[in-house]
Structure formats: structure tokens, C-alpha cells
């Protein structure tokens, strides 16, 4: 089974662009669609099984018209291939329990092959390869990570040996080094235990948030995808891009 990881692509940050003579539209915004459209074309041309957002499209909770339609858009020339699944990160998530965040739209709509998920869960999807397992820890509140251990570990307990079982997350991660985005607002400053992601019945923990991409363990593979888009300079040096990754049937 074959995976396609994913992070941060803040759409919206537009500075040191200018704006092109032909859309009206900034410079830097149309790299960052043709950063997506690069990975809506890989994701087809792989002929991957399921696609793994690990959170923040947009660089605000309030993204506009034009950043909402650009994200939209793609997403859906994904679905119509493969399945989606969405969690939400921190630069998605409303300062408010009762507001949206900025991927709603999409369970609201009910979009065929698209799975948006703002709470720990564990997700069964069907693929061409098979059923596979996600468990979900999106950004929370920073109350709500007071009982993220007790959450997973029941997690874990429900997930079947008879399909792969992957962990997907928008969260920082003990061990784990920081890029520019440690400078960027909407932070609330909880770090999880990488203890906590290592569970041997998981065979890939694809993760967002942090920009830089790293690997923070083998076994499981714990993978920050870092940004596939530059968002400044301070990012300059550092690989960019996403993560393919097979599952071997020998892990099921």
C-alpha cells in the first residue's frame, strides 16, 4: 500500500512576492498552488493508495475566497483519484470551541472520498489496496492534551490486525527540530511524548507541524514531511517536498 504524506501548506503567506500582471493575483501565492498541483500530479502518477494531510493549509484561521477556492480545488481533482484525509493543525483551528475551523466545509458538504478530523479517532478507509486504519491526533486545545495518552492508548486497543494501521498528526513532538515556524503565531506550547507515537501496532506515524523534515524514529517510522513550499528565508537551506512511503505486506 502506497501513502502520500504531506504538510504545512500555508497558503496565504504572501510576502516577499509581488503581484502578477496576468491573474491580479501575489506571485508567492500562485507558487504555492503550483506546489500543490506538483503534488496532485505526483499522487496520480504514483497511483497512490490514500493521501495524508497532516494539517495547515492556510497561513490564517480566516483564510479568503480566492487561498479557500485555489485549496478547494485541488482537493477535490485528488478525491476523484484517491481518498483524503484531512487533520486539522494549529493555523486551521478557531480560538473558540464553537466556531469552524477551516477544513469544516468539507465534512459539511459531505464530499465524496474526503475525511476531516478535528478530534483523536480512529478512521477505517477503504483504498484499492485494502482497508486502512488512522488513528488522529489533530492540533486540540491546549486542555484537551491533558488526556491525549489516556485517548490513544484505547486507540490503539481497537485497532485489527487484519489491515495496516498508520497515526496522523498536526502536533509538536518531543525531540524534534525546529525551523522557522517556531517564530510564527498560534502555538500553545504542548509537547507530546514521542513514547506516546511508537506503538508497535502502527506501521507509519505521518506527522505536521514543524516545517523542518526530520525522522524522529525507525520502528515505527515517525516522519515529519516538513513544508513542501518555503515560507521565508529562514527556510532556505532546509529540503522541501513530501513523503512517499510503502507499506510492506509483511507488516501487516
Not at 524522529?216 to 529562514?234: A, C, E, M, N, T
Request: aromatic share 8%; glycine share 6%; no cysteine.
Amino acid at each position: 500500500m502506497k501513502l502520500l504524506h504531506f504538510s504545512d501548506l500555508h497558503i496565504g503567506m504572501e510576502n516577499y512576492g509581488k503581484l502578477d500582471p496576468i491573474t491580479g493575483l501575489s506571485t508567492r501565492l500562485l507558487d504555492f498552488f503550483a506546489t500543490f498541483d506538483f503534488i496532485v500530479e505526483k499522487a496520480i502518477e504514483e497511483k497512490v493508495d490514500a493521501i495524508l494531510f497532516a494539517g495547515d493549509a492556510y497561513k490564517t484561521r480566516d483564510p479568503n475566497p480566492t487561498q479557500q477556492r485555489g485549496f478547494g480545488e485541488r482537493i477535490k481533482n485528488l478525491a476523484k483519484k484517491v481518498p483524503v484525509i484531512l487533520v486539522v493543525g494549529n493555523h486551521d483551528t478557531p480560538n473558540a470551541e464553537g466556531k469552524a475551523n477551516t477544513l469544516d466545509i468539507y465534512s459539511a458538504l459531505e464530499i465524496d472520498n474526503v475525511w476531516v478530523s478535528r478530534k483523536p479517532e480512529l478512521l477505517t478507509v477503504s483504498t484499492k489496496s485494502g482497508n486502512l486504519q488512522i488513528i488522529t491526533l489533530p492540533w486540540l486545545h491546549k486542555n484537551d492534551y491533558k488526556t491525549v495518552a489516556e485517548k490513544l492508548k484505547n486507540l490503539y486497543d481497537k485497532i485489527k490486525t487484519d489491515s495496516p494501521a498508520i497515526f496522523l498528526s498536526h502536533a509538536e513532538v518531543e525531540g524534534a527540530s525546529f525551523g522557522s515556524e517556531k517564530g510564527l503565531a498560534i502555538q500553545n506550547d504542548v509537547t507530546i511524548p514521542l513514547s506516546l507515537l511508537t506503538d508497535r501496532r502502527l506501521h507509519y506515524v505521518a506527522l505536521g507541524h514543524i516545517h523542518k523534515h526530520q525522522v524522529l524514529s525507525k520502528d515505527p517510522l515517525v516522519v515529519y514531511s516538513g513544508s513542501p513550499q518555503r515560507i521565508d528565508f529562514g527556510e532556505e537551506k532546509e529540503e522541501k517536498g513530501i513523503i512517499l512511503v510503502t507499506l510492506s505486506e509483511a507488516l501487516i
